[in-house]
């Protein structure tokens, strides 16, 4: 997938996924972010969890809004989404279906 997407564990124990428009740095170490989606577990028919981002996030917030997730949030921060969530993600985040 070309998108940048990250999955971020927060310090509250909240996981969410969003799409990255700035990674944190040395510097600046917060991540500015948009369209993020809480991760939940869903149960499959044949008793597998499968993570599936099913909400917004932040529900009263205009959906184009850039947001900066402060560094002292974070506990952990994952470039590396597998596709399968990845994809998931954008078809829910863009409304189209992708193949």
Sequence with gaps: MT???FTFKLTSGEEIIARVLKVGTE????FAIEKPMVIMLA???DNRVMPVPVAPWILLTQSDAVL???ADLIMHTNP???DVIEK???EQTSGIALS
């Design 80 to 82: 590396d989404v597998p």
């Design 3 to 5: 998108t940048e997407v």
């Design 88 to 90: 998931r993600y954008l």
């Design 27 to 30: 510097e600046s170490p917060d």
């Design 68 to 70: 900066t997730l402060r």
């Design 43 to 45: 149960q499959m028919d």
